[in-house]
């Protein structure tokens, strides 16, 4: 009989074999990065694997041995060190860290009126690096880290002839310019990482609690997910159906303890005690052991520390000795309105489930993310959806980075459609029709024929010049939307937005690349006409190249002057793949010139 030692070497050759037998087999390695606002994680797995499933990362450089699914989202710029900073559990939160990071790439995004207030434009500017390259080092440092862990699990041979995945998850409320040039391109070719897709944050979650689910959900069951940020949604199975959310959450609800704290000690002493080591423990302990065990019984104590940190008395306020007694009371106050946003939100998703499916109803409400584990809020949710299932899938702080592992692996829970989380239009002339644009003025284009503007305008636009060309302003401008908020969209549906361009001189090339803007609104309705209270924008200008269409694919016509030019009617097709949006140009059903997207 082989000896213990033999067996395991059989194995291990056996498994190597097994590792190696199909030379026609492309092998993958899926890595999946969830860049968070206060915490960071990777998990991967490999594709090919019988019954594959994903595999966090537990081992962090700083992290003392201590094993978990998550990072700090921090990075300190050091001369000490031989890349130029310190990252993750590594850094000394007292010291100069920079957090947050992901909140400084879409600067623009509001923030609820609870949360401290924040000065960004400051902010920005007394950073060492632009943010697109300092969440450029940070995803370096990780991404390399994870490939050197997976590394010391498989033989180096196999992991050589792996082809590398990359799957990076984005909330579902940014911007399309900050996941579109911000991470998928900038940052991530920054940080040196190819082959890069882009998830939303809320189907990665749903993702992975209907997997770790699946046991006990029907097909055409709806269910709510309420993700850490907090960000929802709602799936009909296998349907995503629907993304709203904002930035509340955990790192909402840490800003708020600090400004607890603030208050609680004083300007003169929080100034001294917010770069000290007593409250990077004091932080620490709140967001590992008060956050996750508080659940709302306003009766229990709490006990927050600050060794060394020296601060007076105050036993009135629970602060003795360097240790802050929080009540219930006080801690139900600095939770109770991002548990309200969060309940609001997930509100709003069910009475959109029940819109949608009023026969059928909603099946049942996940907690997922990082402050989805949270037991008040899952106490409050129960309180307020009393006929509702509420779950709670096991490992809900790694569901995003899981999650995102799954959205790439063949055989899993597919996300078939989206819901549009805006509104997006365009504008351009249309053939005027008495049934559709009675009352409305009209005027006579190029070629003669009667037409009226359908346009999309910018608050500045609707007070100033409405068109460079006098002939084609109108009485009253009309908004065009072929996408509104809440509309399903299936995986790679297509959109066409149908145009025509006019040319006096088909051969020469300067004008040839036309540029046309893409306009969004995140009003609740699509309004039909622009006004000052309408939140209108331009999305993006996508610039059309068409020097390599084939010249008797150009129309020709006489204008009414009796000039000859020349039309070209294209299709410009919009799809959206997972949370990005891509663009390309037909004309006659093929595809011909080339598109290049400059968000604003």
């Known amino acids: 009989m082989a000896s213990n030692p033999q067996r395991q070497n059989d194995r291990l050759f056996a498994s190597n074999d097994r590792l190696f037998a199909s030379s026609q087999r492309e092998e993958k390695l899926i890595i999946a990065m969830d860049f968070g606002t206060t915490y960071s994680g990777v998990a991967y797995c490999f594709a090919n694997q019988i019954d594959a499933k994903p595999v966090a990362i537990m081992n962090w450089p700083g992290n003392r041995g201590i094993a978990a699914p998550k990072i700090p989202t921090i990075l300190e710029y050091s001369e000490e060190e031989t890349t130029g ?61 994870a490939l050197e862990e997976i590394a010391s699990a498989v033989p180096k041979a196999y992991m050589d002839i792996c ?5 990076l998850s984005v909330p579902a409320v940014w911007s399309d310019a900050a996941k579109n040039s911000t991470l998928k391109v900038n940052a991530a070719e920054l940080a040196g990482i190819e082959s890069i897709t882009v998830v939303k944050e809320p189907e990665a979650a749903a993702m992975y609690s209907i997997k770790s689910l699946e046991f006990s959900i029907k097909k055409n069951d709806a269910f709510v997910a309420s993700v850490g940020l907090p960000m929802t949604l709602s799936t009909r199975f296998p349907f995503i159906t629907s993304n709203q959310g904002g930035m509340a959450g955990s790192l909402g609800l840490n800003d708020r303890f600090a400004a607890a704290v603030e208050e609680l000690v004083g300007d003169d002493q929080w100034l001294k005690l917010k770069m000290s080591k007593a409250w990077s423990i004091a932080e620490k302990q709140f967001d590992q052991e008060v956050k996750k065990s508080f659940r709302g019984e306003l009766d229990v104590e709490y006990y927050v520390n600050f060794p060394m940190a020296n601060l007076r008395e105050d036993e009135d306020g629970g602060l003795v000795s360097n240790t802050w007694r929080l009540t219930g009371l006080v801690l139900s106050r600095i ?25 059928k109803g909603i099946s049942g409400i996940l907690l997922v993310g990082g ?17 509702i299932q509420i779950l709670q899938p096991q490992d809900a702080w790694a569901a995003i980075v899981k999650g995102s592992v799954l ?58 010049v409405y068109a460079k060309k006098l002939s084609l302003l109108k009485s009253r401008v009309k908004m065009e939307w072929f996408i509104k908020t809440g509309d399903n969209i299936l995986r790679d549906q297509r959109f066409e937005i149908q145009m025509e361009f006019a040319f006096d001189d088909i051969h020469d090339a300067g004008t040839l690349i036309y540029t046309h803007p893409l306009w969004q609104c995140e009003d609740n309705v699509a309004p039909p006409y622009p006004s000052k ?40 097709v919009m799809a959206f793949k997972s949370a990005v949006m891509t663009f390309s140009m037909e004309v006659d059903g093929e595809e011909m010139g080339s598109t290049e997207v400059d968000y604003v």
């Open 85 to 145: 900073f310190r990252w993750g559990a590594s850094v000394n939160k007292s010291s100069a860290g920079i957090v947050a990071i992901k909140l400084l790439l879409d600067p623009k995004q509001e923030r609820p009126l609870y949360l401290p207030a924040t000065h960004t434009r400051t902010e920005l500017k007394t950073l060492p690096k632009a943010p697109i390259e300092i969440a450029a080092d940070f995803m370096r440092a990780i991404y390399e880290h």
């Open 163 to 167: 082809q590398k995945e990359f799957v």
């Open 335 to 359: 939770f109770e309105p991002l548990i309200a946003d969060i309940v609001e939100m997930i509100d709003y998703q069910v009475q959109a489930v029940r819109r949608k499916r009023p026969e």
């Open 371 to 387: 402050f989805g584990s949270s037991h008040y809020l899952m106490k409050r949710v129960k309180q307020h959806f009393p006929g």
């Open 407 to 464: 959205s790439k692996l063949p055989s899993q829970v597919a996300v078939t459609s989206t819901c549009a989380t805006r509104h997006y239009g365009t504008r351009g002339n249309v053939v005027y029709r008495e049934s559709t644009h009675a009352g409305e003025r009209a005027c006579l284009d190029r070629s003669g024929d009667l037409t009226v503007t359908v346009v999309s305008f910018l608050r500045s636009d609707i007070i100033g």
């Open 533 to 572: 209270g309408n939140k209108l924008a331009v999305n993006c200008h996508v610039t059309a190249d068409l020097r390599g269409v084939p010249k008797d694919k150009f129309i020709p016509r006489i204008d009414k002057e009796e000039t000859i030019y020349h039309v070209l009617n294209i299709n410009l």
